[in-house]
């Protein structure tokens, strides 16, 4: 999870920290969080919007709106990148709990 961070660009360890415990938090977390990144000298840092990339898909996700699955439970679309986008609203929210 970190080294997809370093890969898609983030090179700032504060903003690495916040989206790890903000992906804990979606996952359905409840407990203290406490994450420590370290960078090591070879760790490559690859080209891209990092972080606040990754915090504006996950905008344009909630942007997309409220879904509702066939029992008619009201669901909301969570962007996670670990979940493929090819699954539906009802797998993302099975998929995302802990």
């Given at each position: ?10 090179q ?13 938090l ?6 203290n ?11 490559v ?7 606040m ?5 996950r ?22 990148p ?5 699954t ?11």
């Amino acid at each position: 999870m970190v080294a997809d961070m370093f890969s898609e660009g983030e090179q700032d360890l504060g903003l690495i920290c916040e989206e790890v415990l903000d992906l804990c938090l979606i996952k359905g977390s409840k407990d203290n969080m406490t994450a420590a990144v370290i960078k090591f000298p070879k760790q490559v840092v690859g080209q891209g919007g990092g972080v606040m990339a990754r915090r504006e898909r996950r905008g344009a996700a909630e942007d997309d709106g409220d879904h509702t699955n066939d029992d008619n439970v009201h669901l909301r679309r969570v962007y996670n990148p670990y979940i493929p986008k090819e699954t539906n609203c009802d797998d993302q929210k099975r998929l995302s709990r802990p």
